[in-house]
């Protein structure tokens, strides 16, 4: 089904869960951002204090590489959202979704180990929900070793799949692929239409943007000069205390900048200062993480390893002044 928005995609994703489900619970990670219409804006807790999370939205800490162990990492998130399903049946609510951004992007960007997911997605399933991949950011190759983020996860197959961002390359264009079963009950029960999704233009736009990608090899190049960039950002943290982890995959990167590596202290003053001082170089990137400390490095796909060395000398120079 496609949308103009990947907000609207994430919404509709929602309303077919809960047709699907007969239930209402939603759980996101802790410092999730998956659309600003009203209902999803109440599922995206990165918004900000002042938009209320809903009454049968719950939260869960996300994976956290750079803290703990990789072969904790699976249980430590399937254990949060099995507490979260606990917490919805509390107070009478049946959990019908769990929704992630699969790089965990909002939350300070987390790709390894590959396969942590699968735990989480059993105990939703086992629970009566469905796993929503929210692929809006780290979808169409830009992890480099897989096209959509959910696939860096083996044998993990969502019930439903959103899409937006760079599906349009610019052009508004987003969309949903759902299991025929889990959007049955939504075709019998509910009315959707969309203007303008699915436009003729739109889809030239789209098909314009998958040839390309093939084309240009853009999956294997985010994977080469990915890997070249954190190669880079990792010998500038020889020279640099200030970067606690780099970490990542193809073309979407993190760096985690603390005030003490021991105590893995949130620089968050300092990032602000860095993401300024970059700007003023005209290297734009920003914040991101529950305490803006970790650096989302997430260009062009066609960006070259030239490019990269400008970005790893620039930012150089910007942690020397500080």
Known sequence: MFTCTGSEANDLAMRIAKAHTKAEGLIVTRFAYHGVTESIAQASPSLGRFVQLGKTVRTVPAPDSYRVPPEEQGKAFAAGVSAAIADLRAHGVQP??????????????????????????????????????????????????????????????????????????????????IRPEVLAAFGRECRYFNTFGGNPVSM?????????????????????????????????????????????????VGLELVTDRQARTPATAETVRVVNGLRERQVLLSATGEHANTLKIRPPMVFSEVNADLLVETLDQVLAGL
Do not use: C, Y
């Open 96 to 177: 019908a979704a769990l929704m992630v951004d699969t790089v965990f992007s909002s939350d300070g960007i987390f790709t390894d180990p590959a396969g942590f997911l699968n735990e989480a997605v059993a105990a939703i399933r086992e629970a009566g929900g469905i796993f929503i991949a929210d692929e809006v950011q780290p979808g169409l190759g830009r992890t480099g070793d897989a096209f959509w983020g959910f696939m860096r996860h083996e044998g993990l197959v969502p019930d439903i799949v959103t899409m937006g961002k760079p599906l349009g390359n610019g052009h508004p264009l987003a969309g949903l692929a």
């Open 204 to 252: 030239a736009a789209g098909m314009a943007v998958l040839d390309v990608i093939e084309r240009e090899g853009l999956m294997a190049n985010a994977q080469r000069v990915g890997r070249h960039l954190r190669t880079g950002l990792a010998k500038l943290a020889e020279r640099h205390t200030l970067i606690g982890d780099v970490r990542g995959a193809g073309l979407f």
